[in-house]
C-alpha cells in the first residue's frame, strides 16, 4: 500500500515516515513516498520519479502552506492524478483552492473533514491518525482510529519555563526600564519541538539586558484547529490599551502574515486590514532556512527561490524590516530537520532588535542621526547626487522637521547651496587639490591608528586578510595623516551630515579593471565605526538613490557575518529614501542593509513642447502640408526652402536618414515623416527640475504632475487626454499613428489637434485648480466645454478630484513617516514602479517599498508587451540588414522586470518561440510551452542575456526558467533556417568537443546563454573606467565588460567564468537591446545603460569587427511601443530634453544640485559615444554652445557649481583629444580656456 506525500511551502513532515514505521511494525503494510514541491519544482528527474509513484499510489496527499500557485508543478501533478484516477487529498491555506479541488478526494465530506482536520491540526498523533485512517479505510486493514489531538494552536514560550506557563504571571516579571522583544514562530515549530534556533535568539536578547516575550502561533484563524489568527492574536497579546507592550518584533515566520491572517475564498474584494499599523513597533523579520548550514555559507545567493519568495519578498509586503537569518536546517544529536542557530547570528538579530528598541527609547532631545550624501565618483561638483532628488534641499528641510520634533539641531544652512558649499570648505572625499595638513584641518573627526585597529581586529579574520590584501596593513593610507584617519562631514548639533565614503574603485582603478574583488577601504569601515561608536549615532539615513554601501561583496541574501554590507552597517537602525520607480536598487537596499525604504516621488514631468527652431520648423511645416493640399504651389516651395534650411543647420538629416544636404525635393518628400518626427519630439515628457523630500510640487509643477500621471489610463480610471479627445470627438490613437495625415473635418494636421487637446487637458487641470478641485464644480464645468454624457472625461476628472489631488498633497508621508520610523515606529508597506505609466496608485510616496512575486513573471500584460517589442526589433532589424538577426544580445535588470511585470522576459521567450503557462489562479507561471514554428511564422532567435547581480540574486528562477527555455529550443528537431539557436549549439558543440571537452560538458557549455556579475558581486566595470580616462582604445572597455560579465548562471552554473566563450558570444552578435520602461529616465540619465549596452556594443566591435544593430525599445506607453536605433535614441533625448530650454529651466531653481544633472548628461552621452559610437559631431557641439557657450546658462554654472565647468569642459575636451569629436579650432579654444579657469579655481579653493 502507498501513499504519496506532497508538502509545499514547508519542509517534509517529520512525523510521516515515524507513523509509517510504527504501521509497518504493527504489520500494516505501508509505504509513505515524501517530496516537497521545491525539490520536485527544481529537479524535474525527481519529479518524473514522483509521478510514477503517484501512479500506482492508493492515495495522494498534497499539504499546501501557502497557494498551490506556487508548487509550479501542481497542475502536472493533479492531471497525472486524474488520468489514473488517483485518489486525492489536497488542503491549503487558501480557502478558494480547498473547494476547487474537493472533488478531487472520492470519500465523504464526513471522511474530508476528518482528514482535513488531521493535516491542521497536525503533529505526530494526528498524522498516525491520517495514516491509520488511510489503512482502514483505504487498505481494508481491521485497525482502530485513534481520536484526533489538538494541540495548542498559539501560547507563550520559553526554554525556561513550563508548557502552559501563565503569561499574565509572565509579564509581572518584565521589568518597564528594559526594553520588551516580541518574538513570533510558527506553531509547528513549537508541536515539532524543533525550537534550538529559537532558543538561541531568545537567549542572546535576554543576555542583552532585554525582556523577551517569545510565542508561537498560526497566522491564519481556523474553525478545525481552533486558531485565533495572527490579527487577534496580536490584539490579545501584544497591544495593551491600544499600545503595544513590546518595542519590536522579531517574526521568524515566512510569507505574508498580512495575507494569510485573512483567508478568502475568493469572494472579499476589500484590502486585508493593517494590524501592524496598531502595533506600530519595528518588524524584524528573520529566516530559518530549510537548507543546509553548508549549502548556505557555499552560497553566494545565500537563499533558493522558494526562500527567497517565503522569506523575502513576502514578508516586505508586510512592511518588514528584512534582517538576517537565524538557522539553517540539519541534524542534531540524531535528528534530523532541526532548525539550528548559524554562530553568531541569534546575536546579531538581537543586537538590532535592542538598537531600535533603544531609539525608540532615548529622548528626542538625546537622538543622535548620521545623514549620509553621496560623493561616488570623488569629484566636488558630485557631492550629493541622487536619483531625482534635490538632496541637498531635502536634507535642510528634514533638518528643520527634526529641530521641530525636539531633536537637538543647530546652525541649519539658509538652503541646499549653503550647506553644500559649509560642506566644501570642510573635508569631503576630493582631497585633490588640498595638502595632507589641509585634510586633517578640515576634518570633522579621527580615528586613530590604535582605536581603527582594535575594531579591525574585531572583524573576521578573513575580512582582515582581504582588506588588507587590497589596501595595505590597517589603517591604510586613503584619508590617513599622521596616524589618524580624517572623518569628512558637518556636525549639527546632535545630526551629522556625512559624507559616504569611497567605495575604492577610483582611488585602485587600475586594479579594479583587472580584478572584480576589490573590497572598499579602510578609511570605509572606520567611517561607519566612527559614527556608531564615536558620534554615537542612534540611526542612519542614506540620503537618496543610492549609496555603495548595499552593493558591496557578499551574499546576494540571507546575510552571513564576512558579508561587507553586514560587517560594516552591523546592528544600526537604517532609513533609506529611495525613489519609487527604482525598485530593484530599492530591494538591494532593503536586503543587503536591513533598510527601511522610504520611496519618495519621482520629480514633476512636463511635455517637451516645441523651442527654438524646432518649433518654427513646427509651424513651417504645417503651413506647407496646408499650402500644398490647397494647391498653393509658390507658397510651397518657399516652405520647403525654408525647412531646408532650419533642417541643415539643425542636423535633422541623420534623425531622418537624409542626404547631408538635401536638396529641396528630398525634404518635400519627406515632409510628412519630419513633421511626425517634431510631433513626437513635441509629444515627449521631461523632467521638470527636481523632488524636494517630503514636499508635494509645487505651484504649475503639481499641475504638470496630474498631466503626467493622467496622460494614461490608470487601471479602469481612463485617460485625460483619451478622454478628451474622445469628448472633441476625436481619437488620440488615431491622431498620434499619423501626425501629419489632414482632418478635413477641423481643417487640421493631426499633430495640430494633438497639441490642441493636450493644451484642453492643461486648461481643464488649471481650471479644476481655480475651484480647488471641487467635484461637482469641475463636472459641471466639463458638461459646460464639451457638453452631457462625457463618461470618461467625467470618471477620470473625479479620479483626479477625489483621489489624485490628495494623494499628491500626501507626498508629504515621505516626511512624516521619516520622523515616524527615527520613532522606531512602523512605517507602512506600499508598491513601486513608475507612477506615470498608468501607476498613480502606488502614490502616496512615503511607504516602505515593496515590488513583486517573482513567480508571477512575465505577467499576461508583460507578455503582450514584450512581444510587440521583440517584433519591432525584428522588423527594424530587416529593415536595416535585410534579413533576421540570428544572435540577440540583451539586457535584462531586476528593476526593469519588477516595474513592468517581466516585459524583458517575454521579449526573451518570444525570440525565442516559448510562451508562458500560467495557473488557472493567482497568475504564477507554472512552465513553458513550444510555440510551433508554423505560428511563430519566423525563424527562432538566439539570445543571450546580460543580467544583472540584483537579477542574479533576486529572480533566480527566471534565470532556471529561460536557461530551461534555451535547452528546450535547441533540442528541438527543426532546420537551421528554422531554429538559429540550435543551428548555432550544433556549431559551439563541435568546437568544444575539438578543444577537448568531453560531449556531455562541452553541450553544457554551448547551452550558456545567461551571463552577470561575478558572483557575490555587483557591477558592470565599463563606467568607472570611462569616468576615470582609464583606457586606450575600445577593446581595453570590452575587456573590462568582458572581466566584469562573463560569468554563466543557469540550473548547473553559478557564476563560473567562461571569458573566451563570453566573448565569441557577445563578440558575434548581430543585434544588441535594451528597453526602456518610462521616460521617467532616459538612456542619459543612468550610466548603468551605456556601462552594459554599450560594453556589449565594445565587445561586438573590438571581438567581432563589426557594427551590431544597437536598439532602444520604448514601452513608456504600452498601447503605443517605439524602437529606434541607439542612435536615433540619443538624438531624440538631446533634441526633446537636453537642449530644451524647458529642461534646464527647471534645474536652475535646485542650484548646485541641478548643475549635476548636465555634468551627468554630458558625461553619459560621452560614454555612448566611445562604446557604441552613437553621438555625432553637432551632438557635442551643441551640448559645448548650450551649457558653456551660452552666457546666461554658464553664469548660472558658475554661480551654483563652478566646479562643473571643470567636468564639462574637460569631458567636451576628451572626446575631441580621442577622436570622437572633430570640433573647431575656436570651439576648442573656448574649452581649454573654461577648462584652465577652472582648473586655477579649483587649486585656489584647494588652498584656501
Not at 573635508?427 to 578640515?442: A, F, G
Not at 516651395?637 to 544636404?661: F, H, P
Not at 565599463?1022 to 572581466?1043: E, G, I, Q
Not at 530650454?1141 to 555612448?1168: D, N
Amino acid at each position: 500500500m502507498k501513499i504519496v506525500y506532497i508538502s509545499a511551502g514547508t519542509g517534509e513532515n517529520p512525523w510521516v515516515e515515524e507513523a509509517a514505521a510504527s504501521c509497518r511494525k504493527s504489520g500494516l503494510q505501508i509505504e509513505v513516498v515524501q517530496s516537497t514541491s521545491e525539490a520536485l519544482d527544481s529537479e524535474e528527474k525527481k519529479f518524473a520519479e514522483i509521478l510514477e509513484d503517484v501512479k500506482l499510489c492508493l492515495l495522494l496527499v498534497v499539504s499546501n502552506h501557502g497557494s498551490a500557485t506556487y508548487f509550479k508543478k501542481f497542475d502536472r501533478l493533479i492531471n497525472t492524478a486524474k488520468e489514473y484516477s488517483i485518489n486525492t487529498f489536497f488542503v491549503s491555506s487558501v480557502r478558494e483552492e480547498m473547494a476547487e479541488n474537493r472533488h478531487l478526494f472520492a470519500q465523504n465530506e464526513e471522511d474530508y473533514k476528518f482528514l482535513h482536520a488531521c493535516l491542521e491540526l497536525s503533529g505526530k498523533e494526528n498524522t498516525n491518525c491520517l495514516l491509520m485512517w488511510i489503512c482502514k479505510n483505504l487498505g481494508g486493514f481491521d485497525v482502530e482510529i485513534p481520536p484526533l489531538h489538538y494541540p495548542p494552536t498559539e501560547g507563550f514560550y520559553h526554554p525556561s519555563l513550563p508548557e502552559n506557563y501563565d503569561f499574565k504571571a509572565h509579564l509581572k516579571r518584565i521589568d518597564p526600564e528594559k526594553p520588551t522583544v516580541g518574538i513570533l514562530i510558527h506553531q509547528f515549530f513549537y508541536i515539532r519541538r524543533n525550537l534550538l534556533a529559537v532558543d538561541a535568539l531568545i537567549k542572546a536578547v535576554e543576555e542583552r539586558g532585554m525582556n523577551v516575550l517569545p510565542f508561537f502561533l498560526v497566522t491564519s484563524p481556523n474553525e478545525v484547529t481552533g486558531a485565533i489568527g495572527i490579527r487577534k492574536f496580536i490584539e490579545t497579546y501584544l497591544i495593551k490599551d491600544d499600545v503595544a507592550i513590546i518595542d519590536v518584533l522579531i517574526l521568524n515566520m515566512s510569507f505574508s502574515q498580512l495575507s494569510l491572517s485573512d483567508p478568502n475564498d475568493g469572494t472579499k474584494t476589500d484590502p486585508v486590514y493593517n494590524f501592524f499599523c496598531d502595533l506600530n513597533v519595528p518588524l524584524l523579520q528573520t529566516i530559518t532556512m530549510y537548507r543546509s548550514y553548508e549549502q548556505w555559507i557555499n552560497d553566494d545567493q545565500g537563499l533558493s527561490a522558494m526562500e527567497i519568495s517565503s522569506g523575502i519578498i513576502w514578508p516586505e509586503f508586510d512592511g518588514q524590516i528584512i534582517a538576517i537569518p537565524l538557522g539553517t536546517t540539519g541534524e542534531y544529536e540524531g535528528r534530523k530537520n532541526v532548525a539550528i542557530p548559524i554562530p553568531g547570528r541569534p546575536e546579531r538579530i538581537a543586537e538590532m532588535a535592542k538598537r531600535w528598541s533603544e531609539l525608540k527609547r532615548v529622548p528626542v532631545k538625546d537622538r543622535k542621526v548620521v545623514i549620509f550624501l553621496y560623493q561616488y565618483t570623488g569629484d566636488m561638483d558630485a557631492l550629493g547626487d541622487a536619483g531625482g532628488l534635490d538632496t541637498p534641499q531635502s536634507v535642510i528641510e528634514i533638518l528643520h522637521h527634526l529641530k521641530d520634533e525636539g531633536y537637538f539641531v543647530e546652525n541649519i544652512p539658509e538652503d541646499g547651496n549653503a550647506l553644500i558649499y559649509e560642506m566644501i570648505a570642510g573635508l569631503t572625499n576630493d582631497t585633490r587639490w588640498m595638502t595632507k595638513e589641509q585634510m586633517k584641518e578640515r576634518s570633522a573627526g579621527f580615528v586613530s591608528a590604535d582605536l581603527y585597529r582594535q575594531w579591525f581586529l574585531k572583524i573576521p579574520q578573513k575580512n582582515q586578510k582581504k582588506i588588507s590584501e587590497d589596501w595595505g596593513e590597517a589603517p591604510g593610507e586613503l584619508f590617513e595623516y599622521e596616524g589618524e584617519l580624517c572623518i569628512p562631514g558637518v556636525v549639527k548639533g546632535n545630526i551629522f551630515i556625512g559624507i559616504q565614503p569611497p567605495r575604492g574603485h577610483f582611488e585602485q582603478i587600475e586594479t579594479m579593471i583587472h580584478s572584480t574583488d576589490l573590497v572598499m577601504p579602510h578609511h570605509y569601515l572606520a567611517y561607519y565605526r566612527w559614527i556608531k561608536n564615536v558620534f554615537g549615532a542612534h540611526a542612519v539615513i542614506h540620503m537618496g538613490t543610492h549609496g555603495t554601501l548595499e552593493w558591496l561583496p557578499g551574499k546576494g541574501n540571507a546575510m552571513s557575518e564576512e558579508c561587507y554590507p553586514d560587517l560594516i552597517l552591523e546592528d544600526m537602525p537604517h532609513l533609506y529614501p529611495y525613489i519609487i520607480n527604482d525598485p530593484g536598487e530599492g530591494m538591494e537596499a532593503k536586503r543587503r542593509s536591513w533598510a527601511v525604504a522610504l520611496d519618495y516621488n519621482t520629480p514633476a514631468m512636463m511635455r517637451a513642447e516645441g523651442y527654438g527652431e524646432l518649433s518654427k520648423l513646427d509651424t513651417i511645416l504645417q503651413e506647407y502640408l496646408r499650402a500644398r493640399r490647397g494647391g498653393e504651389a509658390k507658397k510651397a516651395e518657399n516652405l520647403i526652402e525654408e525647412a531646408r534650411g532650419i533642417v541643415i543647420d539643425k542636423n535633422l538629416t541623420k534623425d531622418l536618414g537624409l542626404s547631408d544636404e538635401p536638396v529641396c525635393e528630398e525634404i518635400a518628400e519627406n515632409a510628412e515623416r519630419l513633421y511626425d518626427y517634431i510631433c513626437e519630439l513635441r509629444d515627449a515628457t521631461i523632467k521638470d527640475g527636481l523632488h524636494i523630500y517630503g514636499q508635494p510640487p509645487a505651484g504649475n509643477r503639481f499641475l504638470e504632475m496630474i498631466y503626467a500621471l493622467t496622460r494614461l489610463e490608470n487601471g479602469i480610471v481612463p485617460s485625460l487626454r483619451e478622454s478628451i479627445a474622445k469628448a472633441m470627438s476625436l481619437s488620440l490613437r488615431n491622431l498620434m499613428e499619423s501626425p501629419s495625415d489632414f482632418n478635413e473635418t477641423r481643417g487640421q494636421t493631426n499633430g495640430a489637434l494633438i497639441d490642441l487637446i493636450d493644451a484642453s487637458s492643461t486648461d481643464l487641470i488649471l481650471k479644476m485648480a481655480e475651484c480647488g478641485y471641487n467635484c461637482e464644480e469641475v463636472l459641471e464645468l466639463i458638461i459646460a466645454e464639451y457638453g452631457p454624457d462625457n463618461n470618461d472625461l467625467e470618471t477620470c476628472a473625479a479620479y483626479i478630484c477625489d483621489e489624485l489631488v490628495k494623494n499628491l498633497n500626501l507626498t508629504t508621508d515621505e516626511m512624516t513617516n521619516l520622523i515616524l520610523g527615527l520613532d522606531a515606529g512602523y512605517v507602512p508597506p506600499g508598491g513601486s514602479g513608475d507612477p506615470t505609466r498608468g501607476n498613480a496608485h502606488l502614490l502616496p510616496t512615503g511607504k516602505n517599498c515593496y515590488s513583486i512575486d517573482p513567480a508571477c513573471i512575465p505577467t499576461p500584460s508583460a507578455w503582450k508587451t514584450g512581444k510587440e517589442l521583440a517584433d519591432q526589433m525584428v522588423e527594424r532589424y530587416i529593415e536595416e540588414k535585410g534579413e533576421y538577426p540570428q544572435k540577440v544580445g540583451i539586457v535584462v535588470w531586476a528593476t526593469d522586470t519588477m516595474r513592468t511585470g517581466g516585459d524583458d522576459i517575454a521579449y526573451i521567450l518570444w525570440l525565442m518561440g516559448l510562451r508562458p503557462v500560467w495557473s488557472d489562479r493567482g497568475g504564477a507561471v507554472t512552465g513553458l510551452e513550444v510555440i510551433p514554428a508554423g505560428e511563430l511564422n519566423r525563424p527562432r532567435i538566439d539570445a543571450s542575456l546580460r543580467i544583472s547581480g540584483m537579477f542574479r540574486d533576486s529572480f533566480p528562477n527566471l534565470v532556471n526558467m529561460i536557461d530551461e527555455g534555451v535547452e528546450t529550443i535547441a533540442s528541438l528537431d527543426e532546420t537551421d533556417d528554422v531554429n538559429f539557436l540550435s543551428a548555432h549549439l550544433k556549431e559551439d558543440l563541435l568546437e568544444r568537443i575539438k578543444e577537448g571537452f568531453p560531449e556531455d560538458e562541452a553541450r553544457e557549455m554551448a547551452l550558456i546563454r545567461i551571463f552577470g556579475d561575478p558572483p557575490g558581486q555587483h557591477g558592470v566595470g565599463v563606467c568607472d573606467v570611462v569616468h576615470a580616462s582609464a583606457w586606450k582604445d575600445r577593446k581595453d572597455l570590452a575587456d573590462v565588460f568582458t572581466n566584469w560579465g562573463a560569468h554563466a548562471y543557469g540550473r548547473k552554473f553559478r557564476g563560473e567564468k567562461f571569458p573566451e566563450l563570453f566573448k565569441k558570444q557577445f563578440g558575434s552578435l548581430d543585434a544588441t537591446v535594451k528597453n526602456r520602461v518610462s521616460r521617467e529616465w532616459d538612456i542619459l540619465e543612468t550610466d548603468d545603460d551605456y556601462a552594459v549596452l554599450g560594453g556589449m556594443n565594445a565587445c561586438v566591435k573590438a571581438y567581432g569587427n563589426k557594427d551590431p544593430v544597437s536598439v532602444i525599445g520604448e514601452a513608456s506607453d504600452p498601447k503605443n511601443i517605439k524602437t529606434k536605433l541607439l542612435d536615433e535614441e540619443i538624438r531624440f533625448i538631446f533634441r526633446s530634453r537636453v537642449l530644451n530650454p524647458r529642461w534646464i529651466e527647471g534645474l536652475k531653481p535646485h542650484g548646485f544640485r541641478g548643475v549635476q544633472e548636465i555634468v551627468t548628461t554630458v558625461e553619459y552621452a560621452f560614454g555612448w559615444d566611445v562604446t557604441s559610437d552613437a553621438l555625432d559631431d553637432w551632438e557635442y557641439q551643441a551640448a559645448a554652445e548650450h551649457f558653456l557657450f551660452n552666457p546666461e546658462n554658464r553664469q548660472w554654472i558658475e554661480d551654483n557649481n563652478p566646479y562643473a565647468l571643470h567636468s564639462i569642459s574637460g569631458r567636451l575636451l576628451e572626446a575631441k583629444d580621442r577622436g570622437f569629436w572633430d570640433a573647431d579650432e575656436e570651439t576648442i579654444r573656448k574649452l581649454q580656456e573654461i577648462y584652465l579657469e577652472s582648473e586655477d579655481f579649483l587649486e585656489r579653493t584647494g588652498e584656501d
